[in-house]
């Protein structure tokens, strides 16, 4: 079946610092990729979505770049913020049964000063 | 911005205790979901719904019913709650779209089984 790997549990870094979140996912059909985020004790809420091959997408700093031929959507900010800290999931709607979408386990940012 | 609701925020039952978590959408989304979050496991799907009358079974089912009454109502039924069922709960829903529709989450329901 579908599935979606993110391969970092825990990222720490400093504020100023660039960082990269890996994503890479197994579907049959063609691919429609997501970024949510959690921040403490609040929802999940969409951060970014593409279904476009090679096409970066951006939101509120983040990019992503949906690549086909690698099967990965790596989410990537050039200087992260004390703010960033947060739980972040990528997801991979799967339409196998229905309209669903199966989520990474999730890799949380920690931003220190 | 579509609105999820879920009631109780927080809820402790016993093993063998009974459980009905409440979650509503106003937007009219076709598609509701209930998931369950745990540490190293992410968003895990027990149970999703199309509309009114319509239950789909997700990722991790067992020991869950669910029952779609409206388009704006969905419920997760632990009938026998078990201390593995103590987790963070969320309702979403989505338009579908073809896959390509955000899902909207609720706030959460925290729930300990003791």
């Known amino acids: 079946g579908d599935s979606v790997t993110q391969t970092e549990g825990l990222v720490t870094l400093t504020k100023g610092l660039p960082v990269m979140l890996n994503c890479t996912y197994q579907?049959?059909?063609?691919?429609?990729l997501f970024w949510y985020v959690q921040h403490l004790n609040e929802a999940p809420k969409l951060l970014l979505k593409?279904?476009?091959?090679?096409k970066r997408t951006e939101h509120q700093g983040f990019y992503a770049t949906l690549h086909k031929s690698s099967s990965s959507f790596h989410l990537q900010k050039s200087s992260v913020q004390l703010s960033d800290s947060a739980l972040y999931f990528c997801?991979?709607?799967?339409?196998?049964?229905?309209?669903?979408?199966?989520f990474g386990s999730g890799t949380r940012l920690l931003v220190s000063p | 911005e579509a609105a999820v609701t879920q009631s109780p925020r927080n809820k402790v039952t016993v093993t063998g205790g009974n459980v009905t978590l409440s979650c509503r959408q106003t937007?009219?989304?076709?598609?509701m979901y209930w998931y369950r979050q745990d540490t190293g496991h992410g968003l895990r799907l027990i149970h999703y719904?199309?509309?009114?009358?319509?239950?789909q079974i997700g990722d991790v089912p067992d020991g869950y019913k669910a029952t779609r009454t409206t388009q704006e109502d969905f419920f997760l039924l632990l009938e026998l709650a078990s201390p593995s069922q103590t987790s963070l709960y969320f309702c979403?829903?989505?338009?579908?779209?073809?896959?390509?529709?955000?899902?909207?989450f609720g706030p959460g329901t925290r729930l300990l089984v003791l």
């Open positions: 997801a991979l709607s799967d339409l196998t049964g229905g309209y669903k979408v199966v």
């Open positions: 979403a829903s989505s338009d579908a779209d073809w896959g390509q529709d955000t899902q909207y």
């Open positions: 937007n009219s989304h076709n598609y």
């Open positions: 579907t049959t059909y063609s691919p429609f």
């Open positions: 593409s279904s476009t091959d090679n």
């Open positions: 719904s199309y509309g009114a009358g319509n239950l």
